[in-house]
């Protein structure tokens, strides 16, 4: 069974500082995705990382996977008050012959970005 | 822009009513998903579907059922609505291209009184 774990799961930063998320999986897979997600709203997609050593970035945010460790990191630059949301990663499992994925979700991360 | 929709956003019911939840894509994709996120727990996956008339077990099936006619729409039962089921409903779906996430609707929020 496929497990994905996220930490800190609260992250409380002030304005201008730098930190990382973690999210760690138990079994082999090569894809996994950030998304954010705003009180009351949904979920938006930040980033897909398709292969070891993928790096992708936006803005203050930047992800990485390193498949053979099966650990992602989502890195604040200079944080502001607008990053301040939930973030999950997830961690697809394809489904044999189907062709398509399912995703397990970490439980999320709560930032918030004080001024 | 893909754009997924829910029949509700806020829905209150009683303990024992069936319950039916629709969401609608316009990008005609192949999959479509049905997840609860509660507090604490994140999202977990209640059904799947890859094609119409096909659905696949999630991680939490048990209390709910799943019903795919058309391609771009996918429907979730409750059967007989529980207290334990109220939470918040997010349906989603996707091309099953790697490279393509998934896009989730609104989310519909459920009160089972």
């Known amino acids: 069974e496929l497990k994905v774990e996220q930490n800190p799961l609260f992250l409380s930063m002030q304005e201008g500082k730098n930190y990382t998320i973690y999210c760690n999986y138990s079994?082999?897979?090569?894809?996994l995705y950030w998304y954010r997600q705003d009180p009351g709203k949904s979920l938006e997609s930040l980033f897909v990382?398709?292969?070891?050593?993928a790096v992708k970035q936006e803005g203050r945010l930047m992800a990485s996977l390193d498949t053979k460790a099966r650990l992602s990191t989502l890195h604040i630059t200079a944080a502001v008050h607008d990053l301040s949301a939930t973030y999950f990663c997830?961690?697809?499992?394809?489904?044999?012959?189907?062709?398509?994925?399912?995703?397990?979700f970490g439980k999320g991360t709560k930032l918030s970005v004080i001024p | 822009d893909v754009k997924v929709t829910q029949s509700s956003r806020y829905l209150v019911k009683r303990t024992g009513e069936k319950v039916f939840l629709e969401c609608v894509q316009d990008?005609?994709?192949?999959?479509m998903f049905w997840y609860r996120q509660d507090p604490g727990l994140g999202l977990r996956l209640i059904y799947f579907?890859?094609?119409?008339?096909?659905?696949e077990k999630g991680d939490i099936p048990e209390g709910y059922s799943v019903s795919r006619e058309k391609k771009e729409r996918f429907s979730l039962i409750l059967e007989s609505a529980s207290t334990n089921q109220t939470s918040m409903y997010l349906c989603a779906s996707s091309s099953g291209r790697p490279q393509e996430t998934q896009y989730f609707g609104p989310g519909t929020r459920l009160l089972v009184l």
């Open positions: 997830a961690v697809a499992k394809t489904h044999s012959g189907a062709g398509s994925y399912q995703l397990t």
């Open positions: 990008m005609d994709h192949e999959n």
């Open positions: 579907s890859y094609d119409v008339k096909m659905k």
């Open positions: 079994t082999t897979s090569d894809r």
């Open positions: 990382l398709l292969s070891n050593g």
